[in-house]
C-alpha cells in the first residue's frame, strides 16, 4: 500500500510541475532574422504537443523523451510592427512585441559590456536616443567562475 501511495505523489507531483519552458532568449522583445527559417524551442512534459503560431503560421512539435522540443518557422520578411506569437503546451505563453528584422550577434571584447550609464552625458544621450526599435539581450557567461 505505501509503495502505491508513493507512486501516486511521484505521478501527481510530476504533473503539478509540468509546465512549458522556454530558453531566456525567446521571449518578449525579441527579434527574428527575417527571410529565414527561425527556430523556436524549448521544454515541456515528454510526449506534450506544442503549438507555435505567429500571424498566419501555425506549426507543431511533440516534446521528446528528454521534453525538447523544436519547430522552425517559415521564412518572414522584415516588419517593424510589433507582433505577439503563441506558444501552446502543457501551458500557454504569450510572447509580445516581436519584430522581423537583422540579428546581429557581437562578442569577443572585453569593453562590448560598457554600459550607457557609464559614458559623461549619460543622461543626455539617453533623453535624446530615438531607436525605440533596438532590442538587445545580454547572454550570461557559462562556466566563468569568481577568482
Known sequence: MLKIISLLLLI???????EL??????GDIMVLQQKQSNPIWGWDTPGTEVKVTLGSQSKTAQ??????????LDPLPASAVPTSMTIQGTTKRELKN??????WVCSGQS?????LN???D??????TAKYPQIR??????????EL
Open 12 to 18: 501527481t507531483g510530476l504533473t503539478a510541475h509540468a
Open 63 to 72: 516534446a521528446d523523451a528528454k521534453g525538447k522540443w523544436t519547430i522552425k
Open 98 to 103: 516581436i519584430l522581423v528584422g537583422e540579428v
Open 21 to 26: 519552458r522556454l530558453p531566456a532568449i525567446i
Open 122 to 127: 549619460a543622461d543626455l544621450d539617453i533623453a
Open 111 to 115: 569593453n562590448m559590456g560598457f554600459n
Open 118 to 120: 557609464s559614458v559623461w
Open 136 to 145: 538587445l539581450i545580454s547572454v550570461p557567461q557559462v562556466g566563468t567562475q
